[in-house]
């Protein structure tokens, strides 16, 4: 048997990676340190992406000596599947109340004999919402995962540790049904009205952690609205989600 493990992530960006032509192939990949945030209980969230140089490949880097997060890994819940291009707000670090404003975490990533190290740490200028967007008090969409009842997930705050399993045999698809909740709020840089509204939810599978490989029936799956869907009606949608391969593999909701 094998686990797929599910979570959930949210679009954001701040800081960016080191400037770099991309390639084809033959290139490194680099970390990027997006902002952190505090928990309820004074804990302290670091999101996490990366930018994967190799335009046309998809790279695994397993953990380890090339793929590790110190003090305190080699493994925190980073990626092992790199998707090409820039990827933002794919998992988050947790570190207690205690960590201080001196303390350091870094990312560590060599692929194609390129080392890239970031460093994690509680910059002032780095603290960012991603829970709330300011000027209409959007929220990110509540994610629920095999079941519409199961415990809600929102924002950019995934991790393995916390990820709901679901066995499967090998070489069997496996069904990965998904509910959301949006407050359907709308802004852009203007103001001004879309003459088509975009959907209030989007949704993208990819693999995210594990050897072999991964397909999906349909990647980027619409939604069926059960409930609302214009802008300022609270939305409910659900996705028979395709059926993949049994391994990890992440979301991304928009």
């Known amino acids: 048997m094998r686990r797929a493990a599910v979570a959930g992530?949210?679009?954001?960006?701040?800081?960016?990676?080191?400037?770099?032509?991309?390639?084809?192939?033959?290139?490194?990949?680099?970390?990027?340190?997006?902002?952190?945030?505090?928990?309820?209980?004074g804990s302290h969230n670091f999101s996490l992406g990366y930018l994967n140089r190799n335009r046309a490949l998809e790279v695994d880097v397993p953990i380890g000596p090339d793929n590790r997060i110190e003090p305190g890994g080699p493994d925190m819940g980073q990626p092992t599947h790199f998707l090409p291009g820039r990827q933002t707000g794919m998992f988050v670090v947790t570190v207690p109340k205690s960590f201080s404003k001196d303390d350091r975490l870094t990312w560590t990533l060599t692929v194609n004999g390129q080392t890239n190290v970031i460093p994690l740490h509680l910059v002032p200028e780095y603290v960012i919402n991603p829970m709330e967007e300011a000027s209409v008090h959007n929220t990110p969409p509540v994610l629920h995962l095999l079941e519409q009842r199961a415990t809600g997930v929102q924002g950019p705050v995934a991790q393995l540790s916390k990820a709901p399993l679901k066995a499967a045999s090998v070489a069997s698809a496996l069904a990965l049904p998904i509910w959301a909740d949006d407050d359907a709020r709308f802004t852009n840089n203007s103001s001004v009205p879309l003459p088509k509204p975009r959907p209030p939810v989007t949704l993208t599978w990819s693999m995210y952690r594990g050897s072999g490989k991964v397909t999906f029936d349909n990647r980027r799956p619409a939604f069926e609205t059960l409930k609302g869907g214009a802008v300022d009606q609270p939305y409910t949608g659900r996705q028979a989600l395709p059926r993949s391969s049994a391994r990890q593999a992440t979301t991304s909701c928009t």
Do not use: K, V, Y
Request: charged share 20%; proline share 6%; net charge negative.
């Open 9 to 41: 992530r949210l679009l954001l960006s701040a800081q960016q990676p080191a400037d770099e032509p991309a390639r084809g192939s033959g290139s490194g990949i680099t970390g990027s340190f997006e902002g952190w945030f505090d928990n309820a209980d």
